[in-house]
């Protein structure tokens, strides 16, 4: 084959492959916001340990102080402290004062669909 036939060629298959989409292009339009993820990254990890989903279910039905937390945990003070103090910088859990007493309950109803749709997952027994 001869440099001109094979440039040729090229030639060829460059105009057959003009009329295809760029792979690539558009890819840029589909990356996440750097906010919104890091938002959903910092939920579902505060989402990421048992402790603080039984809190959650515990305040499902309403608030309660961080005593009454500590019996829903068998656990102390200061491990539900910790645990209520990345619920709510998570904007999971509010909270409210009345007098010496700090009162918890869910920042926003999301929060129980989450955990439902958790709960709805079949995980494989094996894990």
């Known amino acids: 084959m001869t440099d001109e036939t094979l440039e040729a060629a090229c030639r060829t298959i460059e105009q057959l492959h003009e009329d295809e ?5 558009g890819l840029e339009a589909r990356r ?3 906010d919104v993820a890091g938002t959903q990254a ?3 990890g505060a989402l990421a340990n048992d402790h603080r ?3 959650l279910e515990a305040l ?3 608030e309660l102080c961080v ?3 500590q019996v829903v945990l068998e656990a102390p003070q ?3 402290a910790t645990h209520l103090r990345t619920l709510r910088d998570a904007g999971l859990v509010k909270t409210r004062k009345k007098g010496k007493w700090t ?3 869910i920042a926003d109803t999301a929060v129980f669909e989450l955990l439902d749709v958790a709960a709805a997952v079949d995980v494989p027994s094996d894990q």
């Open 21 to 25: 989409p760029d792979p690539v292009a």
């Open 32 to 34: 996440p916001d750097d």
């Open 42 to 44: 910092t939920v579902f």
């Open 53 to 55: 989903v039984r809190l």
């Open 60 to 62: 499902r039905e309403g």
């Open 67 to 69: 005593c009454e937390l």
């Open 78 to 80: 200061s491990t539900v």
């Open 103 to 105: 009162y918890y309950r």
